[in-house]
T-cell receptor, first 116, second 110 residues
């Protein structure tokens, strides 16, 4: 049971380049989400999904796109990278929040992205 | 005002001490509450869920105060290995959003 798999672990981009961060989970979780973590800012929600075909914006969605074509996968796309997107990105999944007492998030190992 | 607020610390305590962290949330209809632990440059990991009646897991005790809209984490008999950042997480009511606090850093010294 792999849990949440995130790739790549490290990435360096030039300003204006595009890329996709991959996230896959094998726990049949309905809920998947992307966070970014910056020093002094904590984890901030970028986008989330409560099921295949359904996505919604989090706290800091600008500059990022997502899609959820299957239950297992939730890729995050940076269409035109900017230095402000330098951060550590975490994908996380769980059963639907609020549906059962305690639906803890399972995190991937993170992607460290630098945009120059 | 942030939706979920924590004192970032750091809290510096000696081994064996008891330390408590609070976390306040602004949405009174929030439904689920958690404490996560994050070690430097690693992914957060669930420490414990917070139940309405309060709950304990070994040296760790979590409490929820809905009237005052805060949750707390108490760590007894601190160990060096407890040094980490502790993140408060709240489920925004009627949405799929799990919102994190900034985190509280704990340093346990010998």
């Amino acid at each position: 049971n792999a849990g949440v798999t995130q790739t790549p672990k490290f990435q360096v981009l030039k300003t204006g380049q595009s890329m996709t961060l991959q996230c896959a989970q094998d726990m049949n979780h309905e809920y998947m989400s992307w966070y970014r973590q910056d020093p002094g800012m904590g984890l901030r929600l970028i986008h989330y999904s409560v099921g295949a075909g359904i996505t919604d914006q989090g706290e800091v969605p600008n500059g990022y796109n997502v899609s959820r074509s299957t239950t297992e996968d939730f890729p995050l796309r940076l269409l035109s990278a900017a230095p402000s997107q330098t951060s550590v990105y975490f994908c996380a999944s769980s059963y639907l929040p609020g549906q059962s007492l305690g639906s803890p998030l399972h995190f991937g190992n993170g992607t460290r992205l630098t945009v120059t | 005002r942030k939706e979920v607020e924590q004192d970032p610390g750091p809290f510096n305590v000696p081994e064996g001490a008891t330390v408590a962290f609070n976390c306040t949330y602004s949405n009174s209809a929030s439904q689920s509450f958690f404490w996560y632990r994050q070690d430097c440059r690693k992914e957060p990991k669930l420490l414990m869920s917070v139940y309405s009646s309060g709950n304990e897991d070994g040296r760790f005790t979590a409490q929820l105060n809905r009237a005052s809209q805060y949750i707390s984490l108490l760590i007894r008999d601190s160990k060096l290995s407890d040094s980490a950042t502790y993140l408060c997480v709240v489920n925004r009511a009627n949405t799929g959003k799990l919102i994190f606090g900034q985190g509280t850093t704990l340093q346990v010294k010998p």
